[in-house]
């Protein structure tokens, strides 16, 4: 069992930054396949980010791409989401999720690719 926490959300001005993080439990991330998801009202959840199994490797959707970065430290167990250039369409329900399968796979970007999933972190972005 996996479990993630993620914190780090909150309110900035369009154009400031945020750093999410994504505390994970029961197993090591090198042996996770994890992943950035949000969600704003009224619309469905969105790939916002992931990086594989291992850890070699990420991938973005176009909407974030040059302005977020996945990274991680191992030693602490944690995801990040470093999150720059911030615009009002990015406020959300920030998730992030693992999995433990997709060894040596390239990121995986679909949600049903993920098994556990934090209780996300709310980020605002004010115009």
């Known amino acids: 069992q996996v479990q993630l926490v993620e914190s780090g959300g909150g309110l900035v001005q369009a154009g400031g930054s945020l750093r999410l993080s994504c505390a994970a439990s029961?197993?090591?991330?090198?042996?996770?396949?994890m992943t950035w998801f949000r969600q704003a009202p009224g619309k469905e959840r969105e790939f916002v980010g992931a990086?594989?199994?291992?850890?070699?490797?990420?991938a973005y959707a176009d909407s974030v791409k040059g302005r977020f970065t996945i990274s991680k430290d191992n030693a602490k167990n944690t995801l990040y989401l470093q999150m720059n250039s911030l615009k009002p369409e990015d406020s959300a329900v920030y998730y992030c999720?693992?999995?433990?399968?997709?060894?040596?796979?390239?990121?995986?970007?679909?949600?049903?690719?993920?098994?556990?999933w934090g209780q996300g972190t709310q980020v605002t972005v004010s115009s």
């Open positions: 999720g693992a999995s433990p399968r997709w060894v040596g796979q390239r990121p995986r970007p679909a949600e049903r690719d993920y098994d556990y």
């Open positions: 990086i594989n199994w291992g850890g070699g490797s990420t």
């Open positions: 029961g197993r090591t991330l090198n042996t996770l396949a």
